[in-house]
C-alpha cells in the first residue's frame, strides 16, 4: 500500500499534487511519501510484536539523510554498507548501539572508524577480514563484537544479479567452514564472535528459501553452542520482495511466522535488514514526456529522466509502472509504446511495447515503486546532473536534496597545471 493516489483527476503524492511538486522543483525528481515509509516499518515492527527483533534498515535502498530521520525517529536501526553509509545513519541521529556493518570489502579505514564509533556489531565475510580487524581492534585496546556472516548455499530464485545466499556468490563464509571460522574468531583475543548472519537476496516473492536458510542457521547456531561458543543474536538479513508488476510477496506477517518458528526456540535476538521493503512503494520518480515520437512500427514516448536516474529496468531487467499524472477515464484506449530516456544508448529504455494510453508531449509522468534503489544508484552519465529529491508529510513537502548545479557538477572536475597554459 501506499500514499500515491489520484484526487479531483490528479495523481498526488498524499495531499499534494504532483504538479506543484514538478512546478516549484522540475523534473525529473524523485518524491517520497512519509505516510508511506511510516507505515511499512510499522507493518514489519508490528509482525514481530512481543519477539525479540530489531530492523536495522538497509541505507543502501535509499540513504537520504531525512529518509533516514524519518525511520531512525520511529526506532530504527540502520545496517550500513561503507563508511560513507555509517556517516550518513549517524547524521540522522541514529545511535551507533543500532547499527550493524555489513559489506564483503571492508577497509582498514572503515574498520577503525567503525570500532572508534562504538557500533553494536561487524558483520564479517572472510578470514581475511577477521585477521584484520582483531589486529585494529587489538591497536585500540578494543574487543570487537562482530557477526560472521554465513553462505547458506539456497537458491533466493530471484534476478541472478541480486541472488547473494548461493555458493557462486562472493558473499559470506560457505556454511560447511563456518564452524571452524567461529572457532578460529573464538581464539582471537580481540574479537567476540556473538552473532550468526545471512542475507541471501533481494526482491524475494517466495518463503521457501528464507525456510531453508534459516533452518540451517539454526543449525549451525545449535552447533556452535555445543562447541561452546555462545551465540546470542541471528541476523537475519533483508530481501523481502515488493509488487512492481503484479507479484505477490509474502506479507510481513507471513516472514515473520517462519522467522519466529525456526528461530525463537533458540532464545537469541533476532536482527533484520529489510531495504526495499521498507522504501520501495514510499516513492516515485516524476518525470516530463519531451517528444512522442510515432516510428513505423512502434511509439516511442521520449521522457527526461534516463537510466542515469533510475538504472533499475537497463541493469535489472526491473519494471516500474508508469502513471500520467492526469488520470485519463476508465476504458481509455491503450496501445502500446516503449518509455525511453535521452541518453545515447539504447540501454536506456524504461519499458519496452507497454499498453498506454496517448500521452501529450510536456505531460507529467510518475514511475511507480521507485523509492527502493533509485536516487542511490543515480550517476551524472551523459553529464546529466544528480536528480533532486523531495518529501511529503501530509500537505507540505520539502526538497531533501537540490538539483545539482551545472556548477557544482563541473567544479568537481580538476585540470592539472601542465595543461592549464597556452597551448601550442
Ligand atoms: N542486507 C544486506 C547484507 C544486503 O546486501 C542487502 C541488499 C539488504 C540487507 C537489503 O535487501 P532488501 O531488503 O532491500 O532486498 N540494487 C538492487 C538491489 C541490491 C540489493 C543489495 N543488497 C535492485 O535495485 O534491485
Not at 298 to 316: S, T
Amino acid at each position: 500500500m501506499d500514499h500515491f493516489n489520484y484526487r479531483n483527476g490528479t495523481l498526488h503524492a498524499e495531499d499534494v499534487p504532483l504538479s506543484e511538486i514538478a512546478s516549484a522543483v522540475g523534473t525529473p525528481v524523485y518524491v517520497y511519501s512519509t505516510a508511506t515509509l511510516r507505515r511499512h516499518y510499522k507493518v514489519f515492527t508490528d509482525a514481530f510484536a512481543g519477539a525479540r527483533a530489531s530492523v536495522f534498515y538497509a541505507v543502501k535502498a535509499n540513504s537520504n539523510l531525512a529518509v533516514l530521520k524519518t525511520l531512525g525517529d520511529m526506532g530504527a536501526g540502520a545496517d550500513v554498507v561503507s563508511e560513507g553509509e555509517l556517516r550518513r545513519a549517524l547524521a540522522a541521529g541514529i545511535p551507533p548501539s543500532r547499527i550493524v556493518f555489513s559489506g564483503v570489502g571492508k577497509t582498514a579505514e572503515e574498520l577503525i572508524f567503525a570500532l572508534d564509533t562504538g557500533i553494536l556489531e561487524i558483520n564479517v565475510e572472510s578470514v581475511n577480514e577477521l585477521e584484520l580487524l582483531n589486529t585494529v581492534a587489538g591497536e585500540r585496546g578494543k574487543v570487537a563484537e562482530i557477526a560472521i556472516r554465513v553462505n547458506p548455499d539456497v537458491d533466493a530464485k530471484t534476478h541472478h544479479k541480486i541472488s547473494t545466499g548461493k555458493k557462486e556468490n562472493k558473499f559470506g563464509i560457505d556454511i560447511a567452514y563456518a564452524l571452524d571460522i567461529f572457532k578460529r574468531a573464538q581464539a582471537m583475543p580481540n574479537l567476540a564472535p556473538v552473532t550468526v548472519a545471512a542475507h541471501i537476496g533481494s526482491q524475494l516473492t517466495d518463503l521457501e528459501p528464507y525456510r531453508a536458510a534459516f533452518q540451517r542457521l539454526a543449525d549451525l547456531v545449535r552447533e556452535l553452542r555445543a562447541e561452546g561458543i555462545p551465540i546470542h543474536r541471528v541476523d537475519l538479513g533483508g530481501g523481502l520482495g515488493v509488487p512492481y508488476a503484479g507479484e505477490t510477496p509474502p506479507l510481513p506477517d507471513a516472514y515473520a511466522a517462519v522467522a519466529r518458528e525456526i528461530i525463537e526456540p533458540l532464545d537469541v535476538e533476532m536482527l533484520f535488514e529489510p531495504g526495499r521493503m521498507i522504501v520501495g512503494n514510499a516513492g516515485i520518480l516524476l518525470a516530463k514526456v519531451l517528444f512522442v515520437k510515432q516510428g513505423e512500427s512502434r511509439r516511442f514516448v521520449v521522457v527526461d529522466a534516463a537510466m542515469n536516474d533510475l538504472i533499475r529496468p537497463a541493469m535489472y531487467d526491473g519494471y516500474h509502472g508508469l502513471k500520467p499524472v492526469i488520470e485519463r477515464p476508465e476504458g481509455t484506449p491503450m496501445s502500446p509504446a516503449d518509455i525511453v530516456g535521452p541518453i545515447c544508448e539504447s540501454g536506456d529504455t524504461f519499458a519496452k511495447e507497454r499498453p498506454l494510453p496517448l500521452l501529450n508531449d510536456g505531460e507529467l509522468v510518475a514511475f511507480t515503486t521507485a523509492g527502493a534503489y533509485g536516487a542511490v544508484m543515480a550517476s551524472t552519465y551523459n553529464s546529466r546532473p544528480l536528480v533532486p529529491e523531495v518529501l511529503v508529510d501530509g500537505d507540505r513537502f520539502a526538497v531533501i536534496r537540490p538539483r545539482q548545479t551545472y556548477e557544482e557538477m563541473l567544479g568537481a572536475d580538476r585540470i592539472p597545471d601542465w595543461l592549464s597554459g597556452p597551448g601550442e
